[in-house]
């Protein structure tokens, strides 16, 4: 009974430290393509929270804040008719386009909630923040291409 007891303890530890995930922040060991992957699925799985949009949010390219304002007014371009399809997607699948040491430039197809079909041009840039420094972080995504329904 012990045993069952101390099982059923671990698992449980293991679920709260899952469920309240820490954010992933830049780093020089990811890839481009690691930054892309973790902003779709965070964008995803995105909750009441924003955590998605948070998320995302910390990959933004330097220079991008700069423009996009502060992460209040990010949040309003995330729920725009544009990018809001991005949020609790189907699914999405991620195609390198091309890329040179500093720049890589993806495909997005995304599927929607609502199983109609989008693509994004997805722009990853080297830069510098205060905590990163020669990073990959996203410096640009295009407007939706409607691909049509999925069926």
Sequence with gaps: MELKK???AIFFVGFLS???A???KPAENLSAYDVIKIQLNALKNNDDNDAGIKQTWLFAHPDNKKMTGPYARFRIMLYDVHYR???NHFSHKIDLIMNTDDKFVYGVKV????????YYLWHVERGND???KNCWFT???S???????SI
């Design 6 to 8: 101390l099982l059923v």
């Design 130 to 132: 205060e905590n990163c």
């Design 111 to 118: 599927l929607s909630e609502e199983k109609k079909q989008f």
């Design 139 to 141: 410096s640009g995504v």
């Design 143 to 149: 407007m939706p291409t409607d691909q049509g329904n």
């Design 22 to 24: 820490e954010m992933i």
């Design 18 to 20: 899952s469920a309240k």
């Design 85 to 87: 399809i991005l949020l």
